[in-house]
């Protein structure tokens, strides 16, 4: 039997998606081959199914893939999964070969499953970080062995087109792009992975969910229509989550999509009777917003090679720190509740309000860094323009620094992730944001949020390779600022003391951030500060 698989590394098919990713009408796509029947082996399957060691860890990773894993998104109907799963559970016990075979679509879909809960047994078990294990050394992320068995059937699942093909990819590009995340030889600020593989597969399944229109359910008939929405937006959310940070163009604009968002439906709750449905509806509003910021502060594509600045208009800045106000009100009913942390939705609302205080760091971001650049006395600019800068820039650090704080929230309720690239990229990103600020600022509270979230990234670091690069830099960044204080005699005496308990500053980036200067209108900010997503971690740069 000639193989169907079409390897995601090969370039062919990295240049195909590439000629194919333009915004198209998708409301006139046809398939010529709508019936299509993949050629599934039982050798295939049986291989495939091997991987399975007995029905207690399968079912046990099932549960802490929707208690854990599904939170702010919506990638399988839990109703309709477990209903499946049984059958399937029943047919592979009496190994009824013509069924399981007919299954093989739910067996990726469950396999996606176990692969993205896998790692994560401990947030609903003793509630405590587990011991070292082979894993944790870096050695291969524990769903890899799900992922590996799967690949023989990509190539039909793209071939078939229907939302549980879309569903298997999803799943998938989730799991690849959570072990894909890497450090390079500096500081990175980069949000996801640096290899396109896992975005590929989040890509392909939003332009399946397209093309079956699920982005034009604009009313809702029964609890089936509700399921497609919610999975719609979470193919749109993650395919954005990455694909900004990848330099990718949305595929679809705004205007066209006529979904509603998210809305209660008990038929599709939980066993517990939970349901994250606000916390994906909060989640698709402010994509929208992060997707305004990323083309408001990236260098486009038609600006000329030579240009050295990019100029930006203070309204547009001003209106997207409206947007986010206004977005932080609307949701102040789930981002001001304290949930206790054995809750099933606590993680996704400490990440909700992880995801809200990273976009106010990537709008800060360039700010700081052209702050930092002032410094220098290489560039004379006006009062208002100075002001406006630091405005942004503290918007910036204050989201940093609250990040860190959440952070040190999951730490003390031991939730975090080990093998989570959402907790790994966001401590990451505000370490980043800390380490530029040390130039400008190593006062006490500055150099105890840094030395707090490295600390959350040496518990990290415990199961991502990528953590653990990443601590390794940020480690030797405060080794010689300590180094260099102690020669100087200015170490403080709480930073020798501290031992990880609570930060004792507290800061407050909750208020009103309207900026109000009518004389700045626009700024011409470098285009090298734009494009800059990565910082020189030698002793030089953080010299005192």
């Not at 929707?66 to 919506?74: G, I």
């Not at 405590?128 to 870096?138: A, E, N």
């Not at 990019?310 to 949930?339: A, C, G, H, P």
Request: net charge negative.
């Amino acid at each position: 039997m000639q193989s169907s698989y079409a390897s995601t590394s090969k370039k062919s098919f990295l240049h195909f998606f590439d000629e194919t990713s333009s915004v198209g009408d998708y409301a006139e796509i046809k398939f010529e081959n709508p019936s299509y029947s993949p050629s599934i082996g039982h050798d295939s399957l049986v291989r495939a199914l091997n991987v399975i060691e007995n029905e207690k860890d399968l079912l046990q990773l099932t549960e802490t893939f929707f208690a854990v894993c599904q939170n702010n998104y919506y990638y399988v109907n839990y109703q309709k999964f477990t209903t499946e799963l049984q059958l399937f559970l029943s047919r592979y016990k009496n190994w009824s070969k013509h069924k399981i075979i007919q299954d093989w679509k739910f067996i990726v879909v469950l396999f996606g499953v176990l692969a993205v809960g896998s790692g994560y047994e401990y947030l609903v078990e003793e509630n405590t970080l587990p011991k070292v294990t082979h894993f944790m050394l870096g050695l291969q992320d524990p769903g890899m062995k799900y992922y590996k068995a799967c690949i023989p059937f990509i190539g039909d699942l793209i071939a078939c087109h229907d939302l549980a093909s879309a569903q298997g990819l999803l799943l998938f590009g989730q799991f690849l792009t959570s072990i894909e995340t890497s450090v390079s030889d500096s500081i990175s600020f980069n949000i996801g992975p640096s290899d396109e593989s896992g975005y590929i597969y989040l890509r392909t399944a939003t332009e399946i969910a397209l093309a079956n229109k699920v982005h034009l359910i604009s009313v809702v008939n029964s609890p089936e229509d509700e399921a497609k929405l919610r999975f719609w937006w979470s193919c749109y959310c993650l395919e954005r989550k990455y694909g900004i940070n990848l330099g990718k163009p949305s595929l679809i604009d705004k205007e066209e999509i006529t979904s509603q968002l998210p809305s209660d439906c008990p038929e599709l709750r939980n066993e517990n009777g939970t349901s994250n449905y606000l916390n994906q509806r909060a989640m698709v509003e402010l994509t929208f917003i992060i997707d305004r910021i990323s083309s408001t502060l990236s260098v486009s594509p038609s600006l000329n090679s030579k240009d050295r600045f990019v100029k930006l208009d203070f309204d547009d800045i001003k209106e997207l720190l409206k947007s986010l106000d206004e977005w932080k009100i609307s949701y102040s009913s789930i981002l001001d509740l304290e949930l206790d942390s054995k809750d099933n939705l606590y993680r996704a609302h400490i990440h909700l309000r992880l995801n809200f205080l990273l976009a106010k760091l990537y709008l800060g971001k360039p700010f700081l860094l052209l702050k930092v650049e002032l410094q220098s006395g290489k560039k004379n600019l006006n009062n208002s323009e100075r002001v406006f800068i630091d405005h942004l820039a503290s918007i910036g650090v204050d989201s940093a620094f609250r990040m860190v704080q959440l952070f040190e929230s999951l730490a003390e309720n031991q939730k975090l992730g080990l093998f989570s690239s959402t907790d790994f990229n966001f401590c990451n990103a505000s370490l980043f944001m800390i380490a530029v600020f040390l130039k400008v600022d190593k006062s006490e509270s500055t150099l105890l949020f840094f030395k707090k979230g490295i600390s959350v990234l040496q518990v990290l670091a415990m199961g991502c390779t990528a953590a653990k690069v990443a601590f390794q830099r940020f480690d030797r960044i405060q080794s010689h600022i300590m180094k260099s204080l102690d020669e100087s005699g200015m170490i403080p005496t709480s930073l020798v003391e501290y031992n990880g308990s609570d930060l004792v500053e507290n800061v407050d980036t909750e208020g009103d951030s309207i900026f109000e200067n009518e004389a700045a209108e626009f700024l011409n900010l470098p285009r090298s500060i734009l494009e800059l997503e990565s910082l020189p971690f030698d002793e030089e740069f953080y010299g005192f």
